[in-house]
């Protein structure tokens, strides 16, 4: 009884099975990973104008300024 079921899982090739789920979940992970990836990197290069603009060496050092209060 058992070896029948087992035959009749193994020739069952109707419908969608494990493997092609497996498939499937791998192309989405890797889909999703690759977006953050890239999300990632946009949002890296948005802030970083705005973090160099807010540094203070920077800005000290565009005034022309020491650091110390004598220019």
């Known amino acids: 009884m058992v070896r029948s079921i087992f035959r009749k899982l193994i020739k069952a090739d109707e419908g969608v099975t494990a493997l092609d789920y497996g498939l ?3 192309l989405f ?3 999703a990973l690759t977006e953050a990836a890239l ?5 890296q290069a948005m802030f970083q104008g705005p973090a160099a603009a807010m540094d203070p060496v ?3 050092a565009q005034q022309g ?3 110390n209060g004598n220019s």
Do not use: R
């Not at 999300?39 to 949002?43: E, F, I, K």
């Open 24 to 26: 499937i979940t791998a």
């Open 29 to 31: 992970g890797i889909v």
């Open 39 to 43: 999300a990632g990197t946009a949002l």
């Open 58 to 60: 920077a800005l000290i």
């Open 65 to 67: 300024g020491n650091g």
